[in-house]
């Protein structure tokens, strides 16, 4: 299957316009799955859902991406039996069809950086689909949490990600005079886009809460002057490249990486901060040498670094969420993690499902999402 995959990259040309077209494509069905949980009966909602999944299959048959038109083609039968209203459109339903179209927005980025498509889970997911769609009404609902546990190990009732990271109020004992100053220039950081709000306690209470869980290998101060200025370069970088959210052209990388160099170089010069500075420095290394800025392998990378990479893609993932205007969802931001294979230690991707799961069971109320290391 992989390597059918990778056959249907023949016409580069085609394979270009399919991932532009689901730049437009993927934000479209966000829209209308969100217009759909308001007013699940929405007729015209439905229709234009359909005929976007319609027109994603087309443009794949048509650009010969083969391996995306049975996973849509399933997708589609599920939601003709929405539009029949022999089924509802369900939260879970909603889910898994947003599910897909992430799943299938990674697989374009992979193929585009020549990477394998294993972690995702394409042919599992377009049969469980195909199974889903052809089952009786009444058993649709749990076959849409079977495929949602594809990504995270299983599920029960998604959380709040604000509930979920809700400032706890702790922070590190010392030096108390810088970590004010770091915090004071990651909160005027979250100032330049309203779907950074709250990033700065999102991500510390994930970094603390994962350097728990890994044994303390990081000490906590240094670990949360990271945290508050790793991205602190960015605003040094031309707004344009880093606040519209779309995807970089090739000439721009050099800019936008620099950033990891600013905002290291700035902790370097200040005394007692020569941890945190390697922690920002490293932290887009990846495991298999394909990261910035030193090509690090392995072991190479320091552990604050790891848990920062798993920190700042997961926040990642929930800004993209943001910028598209949908509610971010924890259950689409860990899975996304989860299928990112190369790109963290895996070790580490275990520490942070125990740690989303551990942050779950502390909420009060309810039972919330079971998200179980795969």
């Given at each position: 299957?992989?390597?059918?995959?990778?056959?249907?990259?023949?016409?580069?040309?085609?394979?270009?316009?399919?991932?532009?077209?689901?730049?437009?494509?993927?934000?479209?069905?966000?829209?209308?799955?969100?217009?759909?949980?308001?007013?699940?009966?929405?007729?015209?909602?439905?229709?234009?859902?359909?005929?976007?999944?319609?027109?994603?299959?087309?443009?794949?048959?048509?650009?010969?991406?083969?391996?995306?038109?049975?996973?849509?083609?399933?997708?589609?039968?599920?939601?003709?039996?929405?539009?029949?209203?022999?089924?509802?459109?369900?939260?879970?339903?909603?889910?898994?069809?947003?599910?897909?179209?992430?799943?299938?927005?990674?697989?374009?980025?992979?193929?585009?950086?020549?990477?394998?498509?294993?972690?995702?889970?394409?042919?599992?997911?377009?049969?469980?689909?195909?199974?889903?769609?052809?089952?009786?009404?009444?058993?649709?609902?749990?076959?849409?949490?079977?495929?949602?546990?594809?990504?995270?190990?299983?599920?029960?009732?998604?959380?709040?990600?604000?509930?979920?990271?809700?400032?706890?109020?702790?922070?590190?004992?010392?030096?108390?005079?810088?970590?004010?100053?770091?915090?004071?220039?990651?909160?005027?950081?979250?100032?330049?886009?309203?779907?950074?709000?709250?990033?700065?306690?999102?991500?510390?209470?994930?970094?603390?809460?994962?350097?728990?869980?890994?044994?303390?290998?990081?000490?906590?101060?240094?670990?949360?002057?990271?945290?508050?200025?790793?991205?602190?370069?960015?605003?040094?970088?031309?707004?344009?490249?880093?606040?519209?959210?779309?995807?970089?052209?090739?000439?721009?990388?050099?800019?936008?990486?620099?950033?990891?160099?600013?905002?290291?170089?700035?902790?370097?010069?200040?005394?007692?901060?020569?941890e945190a500075a390697l922690i920002v420095r490293q932290h887009h290394e990846k495991p298999d040498g394909s990261g910035y800025p030193a090509g690090l392998v392995g072991e190479a990378i320091c552990p604050g670094a790891r848990i920062l990479a798993l920190v700042d893609a997961f926040e990642a993932v929930l800004t993209k969420q943001g910028a598209r205007g949908q509610v971010r969802s924890?259950?689409?931001?860990?899975?996304?993690?989860?299928?990112?294979?190369?790109?963290?230690?895996?070790?580490?991707?275990?520490?942070?499902?125990?740690?989303?799961?551990?942050?779950?069971?502390?909420?009060?109320?309810?039972?919330?999402?079971?998200?179980?290391?795969?």
């Open positions: 299957m992989i390597a059918d995959m990778q056959d249907s990259l023949v016409d580069m040309s085609g394979f270009q316009d399919f991932r532009d077209a689901m730049s437009d494509y993927a934000p479209r069905v966000e829209t209308l799955v969100a217009e759909l949980r308001r007013e699940p009966g929405r007729g015209d909602s439905i229709a234009d859902l359909f005929r976007t999944f319609h027109n994603i299959k087309g443009d794949a048959g048509l650009c010969r991406l083969h391996f995306v038109v049975p996973l849509i083609h399933a997708a589609e039968n599920l939601l003709v039996r929405v539009r029949s209203r022999e089924l509802s459109f369900t939260p879970s339903l909603a889910d898994v069809l947003l599910f897909t179209v992430d799943r299938l927005e990674m697989a374009m980025d992979a193929l585009a950086a020549g990477q394998a498509l294993d972690s995702l889970n394409l042919p599992v997911l377009g049969d469980n689909l195909a199974a889903v769609a052809a089952l009786p009404p009444r058993e649709v609902e749990a076959g849409c949490d079977r495929i949602l546990g594809l990504g995270t190990g299983g599920r029960d009732k998604e959380a709040g990600v604000d509930a979920l990271f809700a400032d706890d109020g702790k922070r590190a004992v010392a030096p108390a005079d810088d970590l004010a100053f770091f915090h004071d220039l990651a909160l005027q950081m979250e100032t330049h886009s309203p779907i950074f709000s709250g990033r700065s306690v999102r991500n510390l209470k994930l970094a603390r809460s994962l350097n728990e869980m890994g044994g303390m290998p990081v000490p906590a101060d240094q670990l949360e002057a990271a945290v508050y200025m790793h991205d602190i370069g960015m605003m040094m970088v031309p707004g344009g490249l880093w606040l519209g959210g779309g995807r970089l052209r090739t000439q721009d990388l050099p800019a936008v990486q620099s950033h990891v160099a600013w905002a290291a170089g700035l902790l370097e010069r200040m005394p007692g901060w020569r924890l259950l689409r931001a860990v899975a996304e993690v989860n299928a990112c294979e190369y790109q963290f230690d895996r070790a580490w991707v275990e520490v942070f499902n125990r740690a989303i799961r551990a942050m779950h069971d502390a909420l009060p109320g309810a039972a919330v999402a079971k998200i179980q290391c795969r």
